[in-house]
């Protein structure tokens, strides 16, 4: 049977559109004491647990909003410490051969394998994200990263063209997000250790346990003391490392309005700056696109990890001729995702990571209403207890609106229509952001158009939010500069 | 006007007899004079040789400048790599053409010994035509073919960031704005540059150089005035995705970079001085054309 309109074979809808009531999902619930979180956390400098001075802060389970822990809360002389320990540590680091510091890179990549299980139900407590997710996708690729790193300690030469002499940038200050807390630890060290670089590395506040956790495998690994300072509070910690006259880099990963006073503070001193920041994906749906596969891809781009993705596909534009069925498919796909409990091994959308986030998030459902676009919300039982926002749908969505121009940072899709390939580009470029772009048709010329004249330093064509350490990421125009993977990945910590 | 170096002599016994030269602006690939009528006087190195003028843009030049290589951007990072580097060759023989002009402007401005301006020259041609084989090389030294783990392929591309602004330094003329310029042209950026004080002739004679070479309108616009009244100007502009600028005042690095913050831009810096820095090899560095790429990488799924 094919369709009259388009000549393609006729697609049923799909079988899971309407899940009959007779089959309800046992839960499958991961064990949180696998976890073993200690009651408290302190600061790890020069291979030593020091005691904060300034007291410690409670990290929640967003899931239920209960205190896991309490970390510690650094204070200036505390991030002098680390700066300083790094500096130390850093001729005998740097001066290693390369193929020592592989082998105990490798080492952090197979006991994180290992340690797998815990690392996963750790980060789904601390951060709210399904297991499925940090079991498939967090701590594999945490893992990956450090393997594919170690695997250039002693082959640096080979990394920049022209014969250049491979040199570490020296101390780094490396300050990490909450979204993929122990991912992007493992994106920030990896190339830096791998380069012969000591780090101080400052986690977000309210996601600091897997970081700290982290630091077990690396002194497991044999990585020595003072090559890994891990300090923790909140943003105030992240500006005394950035003022901190003893760093030779810093590497960003956060908000753009972070990283443009983290610029502007870095104006007048030799360091050097790599910044990863905030995004709103264009997600471009081709009236030739394999439409199952294509809804499958809408929704891998918007709903992994809640939404709160800088590389999200949060903008959805959809050529006319199949607006309204890319939306009747969507909206009965996303009745099946199933929110609740990030630890049950079926939950599809976990908790938003945090109260302000949530507010956040919240904020801007209301804007896009008194904006005038049309909101839908999948049904879905919300939790007692937590922070929670089901998967959220704007149409009738214009592209001045601030729901299509700002990144929400949530499981909000704002859709619009197109009809040309040319206005696709024009207004999927029309923002201050150029991190991330998808494209779905069948037509492998159309692919290659696209993706040529999307600004956009990650373009993925009928696939969504992948990651792999040996391809880089990073962004183009207020989404950041320099790359985190593969050969560019190495850069930032390279003296070029 | 007496002199007593025949060389001097028959130069200005050549500018008497031909026709007096203003120096206008570049922009958009038309040759208009400031919108403020602004013009300064470039003295000469030798008290017996001729001033010439020079346009003192201003901030409406710069934001025309800009919008016209904000215009060009697109049409430029789309053209085929061997066509930029065809392009540069070009420039590279229309400079050689206008070898005499070159060393006369880098004698009479900056006060230049001959052979050491005929030196400055070659290294500023062969500069070029170091760039101009980048072009279609660029893609294969910096992009790559990424390994991944799964059922995907991709590839990391490196392309033009944008609008470069360029800041040369005031001497010698010709060879530091060439040796920047080539480097932000090669990989498919557009380009606004303002040459200060004695390098204004050198900058606006290239300019005519560009203007012959079928370097497409717009993809490089050429200012002169005052570095410091508008040094803020290009400091704020968002239409620049970059900065490259040789300095040696660190007020100006913190100026840029501090305004560089609001629209999160790329930035690299140069030593003004000596000269013999823009006489070295460090000139011809693939890393200053990295700078002003982005890297951007492509995936498929694979499978049937």
Known sequence: MTDSKTGYASRPPHPLAEPPESFPYAPSREDPTLAAIAKTHDLWIDGEWRKPRRGRFPTLNPATGEELSRIALAGPADVDRAVRAARRALPAWADLPGVERARRLFAVARILQERSREFAVLETLDNGKPIRESRDVDVPLAAAHFFYYAGWADKLEYALPGGRKPEPRGVCGQIIPWNFPLLMAAWKLAPALACGNTVVLKPAETSSLSALRLVEVLEQAGIPKGVVNVVTGPGEVGAALVRHEGLDKLAFTGSTEVGKTIQAALAGRPVSLTLELGGKGAHIIFEDAPLSQAVEGIVQGIFFNQGQVCCAGSRLFVQEGILDEVMDRLRSRLATLRLGDPLDKNTDLGAIHSLPQWEKIRSYLEIGKEEGAELWQAPAEIPSRGWWCPPSLFSNVTPSMRIAREEIFGPVLAILGFRTPEEALAKANDSLYGLSAGIWTDKGSKIFEMARGLRAGVVWANCYNRFDPASPFGGYKESGFGREGGLHGLLPYLRT | ?304
């Open chain 2, 1 to 304: 006007m007496e002199t007593k170096d025949p060389r001097e002599e028959r130069t200005m016994t050549e500018r008497r007899d031909g026709v007096h030269k203003t120096y206008k602006l570049f922009l958009g690939g038309a040759f208009p004079r400031s919108e403020s009528g602004r013009h300064l006087t470039v003295t000469p190195a030798s008290k017996t040789a001729a001033s010439a003028q020079v346009c003192r843009a201003s901030r409406k030049d710069l934001r025309n400048a800009v919008e016209a290589a904000g215009k060009a951007f697109p049409g430029w990072a789309a053209a085929k790599a061997m066509l930029r580097g065809q392009i540069l060759y070009r420039m590279a023989e229309m400079c050689d053409a206008r070898r005499a002009e070159f060393v006369e402007l880098e004698r009479r401005f900056q006060g230049a010994r001959k052979d050491q301006a005929e030196r400055d020259l070659d290294h500023a041609i062969q500069v070029l035509l170091w760039h101009a084989g980048w072009a279609d090389k660029l893609a294969q030294v910096l992009g790559s073919v990424n390994p991944v783990s799964g059922p995907w392929f991709n590839f990391s591309i490196p392309e033009p960031s944008g609008v470069v602004a360029i800041l040369p330094p005031e001497r010698p003329g010709l060879l530091p704005l060439l040796a920047m310029l080539a480097p932000v042209l090669v990989s498919g950026n557009t380009a606004v540059s303002l040459s200060s004080g004695r390098a204004g002739p050198s900058a606006l004679t290239l300019a005519e150089v560009a203007a012959t070479s079928d370097l497409p309108l717009g993809v490089w616009n050429a200012l002169t005035g005052d570095r410091k009244e508008l040094l803020p100007h290009f400091a704020t502009h968002r239409g620049f995705a970059a900065n490259f600028c040789a300095t040696d005042d660190p007020e100006e690095v913190r100026e840029l970079r501090t305004e560089a913050a609001d629209h999160v831009k790329r930035e690299r810096f140069l030593p003004a001085s000596p000269a013999s820095f823009w006489r070295s090899r460090k000139v011809r560095d693939l890393e200053w054309i990295r700078s002003f790429t982005e890297i951007k990488t492509a995936w498929h799924p694979i499978g049937l």
